[in-house]
C-alpha cells in the first residue's frame, strides 16, 4: 500500500515553487498517494489535469490583523485535513504554507518545510521557530543548507535541487513561433541579438538594472534586442525604457503559458536577481541552449554556473581593481547590484556598465558565445528528475523502494 503525501503550497499560479510543486505531485505519484492543498485556486497557471487537489478557499487578506487571521484560519482546516486523510509526509513549499504546515501539525506526520529563497535567511527567530516544529527542512540549494548549520545550527536539513526535464523543455521551445515585434533582421539587414529575461515583475529581479545595462549594450551592438517573460504590468520599466530611448527594443511580453518557444528566441539569457533560491528560469533558458550571464546572488546561480561554489575571485578583482567577472565552467557571474531600485535614466552605476561590458563583449565574441551556449545546456541535464526523485525517497527513507500500483 502506497504511503500518503500531502504537498501544500498557497496557490498555482506561475512561479518557480509552485511549478516544482505540480511537478513534485506528477513525480511522486508511482510512489505515493498524493494530495495538493491549496489556499486559493485563482489564477492557476500549471496543468493540473489528473491531480487530486484541494482548495481551502482561503485567500490573501489585507493588513496585519487580516493576514494573522489567515494562519489562525488555515492552520485549522489543514489540521483538520491531516486528521482525515492521515499523510505520512506533509510537504509545504513558500514560507506562507511553511507556517500553516507547521503550525497545523497533528504528531502524525513527518513535516517537512521548504526554504525556497535565500530571503528567509535573514529572518533568525523565524527560522528556529519553524525548525522546532519540522521534522526536516528541504532546501533548493547546497549554500542555504549548509548556512542554516552554520548560522543556526541546524542540522535536520537536505538539499533537493529543482527537477527539470530537459527534452521536453527543449521540444516545447521548437512548438512554433512566437509573436515578437521584431523579424529576424533590423533595418540594416543585421540578424537580431536577442536578450532574454524572465520573472514576475518584482524589485528582488531588478530589472531597472537590466535595462540599463541593456541601454548601453545597444550602443555597441545596435542589433541587440531584449525581452522580458513575466507577470505584470511594468509600467516603471517601461517608462525607463523609453526614458533610455530603447523602447523599440524592449518586448515585455508579459505572463506566457508556453515561455520556452519565447526563451528559444534568445541566445543569452541574463539574470539580474538580487536573491533567489534557486532560478528556474535560469535552467531552463540554458536548457534551450542560452548562455547564462547571472549576478552571482544568494542562492543558486554560482552553483548553477560553476563546478566549484565559489565567489572568492571578486574580492581578488576588487583588490587589484579590475573588472568583477567571474568566467565560469557554464555561465558567467558577476556581483550583485545595488538593492535601491533606481528609475533615474541619467544615473548609470558602474556596475551596470560591468554587467554591459560583459553581455557586449559575449555578443561579439562568437567563439566564447558557442561555448557558453553548448555548456548551458550540458549543465541543464544535471538537474533530472532522476535525481529529484531518488534524493526525495532517500530523504523519506524508501531509497530504492519499487513503485507501487494504486
Given at each position: ?50 491531480l ?15 493576514k ?26 513558500g ?43 528541504v ?28 527534452e ?26 536577442v ?7 518584482d ?27 513575466g ?16 523602447d ?14 519565447y526563451?528559444?528566441k534568445?541566445?543569452?539569457?541574463l ?21 547564462a ?20 575571485l571578486?574580492?581578488q ?9 567571474i568566467?565560469?565552467?557554464y ?12 528609475f ?54 524508501l531509497?530504492?523502494?519499487k513503485?507501487?500500483?494504486?
Open positions: 500500500m502506497k504511503k500518503k503525501l500531502m504537498l501544500i503550497s498557497p496557490m498555482l499560479h506561475q512561479g518557480g515553487f509552485e511549478r516544482v510543486c505540480v511537478t513534485t505531485a506528477r513525480l511522486l505519484a508511482p510512489y505515493f498517494e498524493v494530495v495538493i492543498v491549496i489556499f486559493s485556486s485563482e489564477d492557476i497557471a500549471y496543468d493540473i489535469k489528473g487530486n487537489i484541494i482548495d481551502i478557499k482561503m485567500g490573501a487578506r489585507e493588513g496585519m490583523a487580516g494573522l487571521l489567515n494562519i489562525g484560519k488555515r492552520s485549522l482546516k489543514v489540521r483538520q485535513l491531516k486528521k482525515r486523510w492521515k499523510p505520512d509526509i506533509a510537504y509545504s513549499f514560507s506562507t504554507a511553511n507556517i500553516v504546515n507547521a503550525f497545523s501539525r497533528t504528531g502524525k506526520e513527518k513535516v517537512w518545510l521548504g526554504i525556497r529563497s535565500y530571503m528567509e535567511m535573514g529572518q533568525p527567530r523565524k527560522i528556529r521557530l519553524l525548525a522546532k516544529f519540522a521534522d526536516l527542512l532546501c533548493c540549494s547546497r549554500k542555504i543548507e549548509g548556512e542554516l548549520g552554520e548560522k543556526y545550527g541546524i542540522c535536520h536539513t537536505a538539499t533537493l535541487y529543482n527537477p527539470y526535464n530537459v521536453a523543455i527543449r521540444k516545447e521551445g521548437d512548438s512554433g513561433e512566437p509573436a515578437l515585434p521584431w523579424g529576424e533582421r533590423d533595418g540594416q539587414g543585421r540578424k537580431l541579438e536578450l532574454v529575461s524572465m520573472g514576475r515583475e524589485q528582488v529581479k531588478g530589472f531597472w538594472h537590466l535595462l540599463k545595462a541593456f541601454a548601453l549594450v545597444h550602443e555597441t551592438i545596435p542589433q541587440a534586442r531584449l525581452l522580458i517573460i507577470e505584470g504590468t511594468f509600467e516603471p520599466y517601461k517608462k525607463l525604457a523609453e526614458e533610455l530611448k530603447i523599440g527594443e524592449v518586448y515585455f511580453s508579459g505572463l506566457q503559458r508556453e515561455p520556452y518557444k526563451l528559444k534568445g541566445q543569452v539569457y539574470l539580474t536577481s538580487l536573491n533567489e533560491g534557486f532560478p528556474n528560469a535560469l535552467v531552463e533558458g540554458m536548457a534551450l541552449g542560452l548562455a550571464v547571472s549576478t552571482a546572488c544568494m542562492t543558486g546561480p554560482s552553483e548553477i554556473l560553476q563546478e566549484k561554489d565559489d565567489i572568492s571578486f574580492r578583482q576588487a583588490a587589484e581593481n579590475s573588472p568583477p567577472v568566467y565560469g565552467d555561465g558567467i557571474l558577476v556581483p550583485v547590484m545595488a538593492p535601491e531600485p533606481d533615474d535614466p541619467g544615473h548609470i552605476l558602474e556596475e551596470e556598465r560591468n554587467l554591459a561590458q560583459v553581455v557586449a563583449g559575449l555578443l561579439l565574441d562568437r567563439q566564447q558565445l558557442e561555448k557558453y551556449q553548448k555548456a548551458a545546456v550540458e549543465r541543464s541535464r544535471i538537474f533530472t528528475y532522476e535525481g529529484y526523485v531518488g534524493q526525495f525517497l532517500k530523504c523519506a527513507g531509497p530504492g523502494r513503485k507501487e500500483r494504486g
